[in-house]
């Protein structure tokens, strides 16, 4: 279990409270999607997908990116229990929505990358330390109740 | 090849990405070392030897070399494989770097770019790159066996 310090979730409630949820969560989407454009297999009904410009003004990419980072909003608040707050999530993206969990270390990669544009100097290497452990335990947490 | 030369876009996208670092390539890899080395510590594993508080001489110093390695790089997007033929040696049969680690300094390198040049870092641009960082991660393991 991924144990973090006093001073990474402060450093991470730091970051958090200074994202626009909405607008971070259709751009770390988006750019899954561009950057790495075979995970657009679980959106084949999100509409127009045909290029960059395209995918980063989806509506529906937008929508659903606000609400993957939204959740992911839960994981600021439980890190000291990332498997329990993340228990039925992880039944539904392997019941339900047939994800390969490789996916959740992509987002997770592509929401620091995000985090870097929007911070610059103030993503420092120990900030950026804080977040990627965020963003393994919770793709860890993801994968847990998978069968 | 290894990285389709009938991606004109691609090409200049990284051409142009590395030139936004100007003078800074080096000191751009020294920061994605360190970034590796604090968010990955697993990679550390292959400096024992090296003083890993911020500012090291070591870390910059090889920071310098990976930064003049990958404009190497970007000078022979249509030749890699010839161009980094000696370093393709190197991490085969010296260093035998696992092939994972490719992954996490590429991304860092990633991170470094973003927060230092957000306004060039464009979804596109980010592909370009990423893409560049993985071509560039093939050719380093394509002698490993």
Known sequence: MVHFTAEEKSTILSVWGKVNVEEAGGEALGRLLVVYPWTQRFFDNFGNLSSPSAIMG???VKAHGKKVLTSF?????????LKGAFAKLSELHCDKLHVDPENFKLLGNVMVIILATHFGKEFTPDVQAAWQKLVSGVATALAHKYH | KVLSAAHKNNI????AAWKATGGHAGERGAEA?????????????????????HGSAQIKTHGKK?????????????????ALSALSDLHAHKL?????NFKLLSHCLLVTLASHH??????VVHTSLDKFFAAVSTVLT???R
């Not at chain 2, 070392?33 to 508080?53: G, I, N, V, W």
């Open chain 1, 73 to 81: 909003g839960e994981a600021v608040k439980n890190m000291d229990n």
């Open chain 2, 142 to 144: 394509s002698k490993y």
């Open chain 1, 58 to 60: 989806n509506p529906k």
């Open chain 2, 12 to 15: 200049n996208n990284i051409k």
């Open chain 2, 66 to 82: 990976v930064a003049d390695a990958l404009s190497n790089a970007v000078n022979h997007l249509d030749d890699m494989p010839t």
């Open chain 2, 118 to 123: 957000s306004a060039e870092f464009t979804p």
């Open chain 2, 96 to 100: 035998r770097v696992d092939p994972v």
């Open chain 2, 33 to 53: 070392l360190e970034r590796m080395f604090l968010s990955f510590p697993t990679t550390k594993t292959y400096f024992p030897h090296f003083d890993m508080s």
